[in-house]
Nanobody
Framework: QVQLVESGGGLVQAGGSLRLSCAAS????????MGWFRQAPGKEREFVAA????????VYGDSVKGRFTISRDNAKNTVYLEMNSLKPEDTAAYYC???????????????????WGRGTQVTVSS
């Protein structure tokens, strides 16, 4: 099991930027694909972005393509989500997730992720 702690959320105006971080501990981080999901009040959790174990392959949800960038630093056991051109509809709790050890390829569905952080809130004002 890996423990995940998100940080970097906050309140930002539309058009602004935030960088989320997800620090991992507890097991080998580098041998797992990682993802970001988000959940707005009254809505289902949705896929945002994912990266493979090396950070050489990435996938994004349609609503964030061209604005968000996922990256990882395996030496620091951290995955990042750079968010630019933020919109009010990006307001949500953002969750970091890790696939099981050895699952190195990208996953876009929640069910393939084994460990989850508690989330960090992002609020974008208009």
């Amino acid at each position: 099991q890996v423990q995940l702690v998100e940080s970097g959320g906050g309140l930002v105006q539309a058009g602004g930027s935030l960088r989320l971080s997800c620090a991992a501990s507890g097991r080998t981080f580098s041998r797992s694909a990682m993802g970001w999901f988000r959940q707005a009040p009254g809505k289902e959790r949705e896929f945002v972005a994912a990266t493979n174990w090396r950070g050489t392959n990435t996938v994004y949800g349609d609503s964030v393509k061209g604005r968000f960038t996922i990256s990882r630093d395996n030496a620091k056991n951290t995955v990042y989500l750079e968010m630019n051109s933020l919109k009010p509809e990006d307001t949500a709790a953002y969750y970091c997730a890790a696939r099981p050890l050895g699952a190195v390829v990208i996953g876009t569905e929640q069910r393939v992720y084994a460990d989850w952080g508690r989330g960090t809130q992002v609020t974008v004002s208009s």
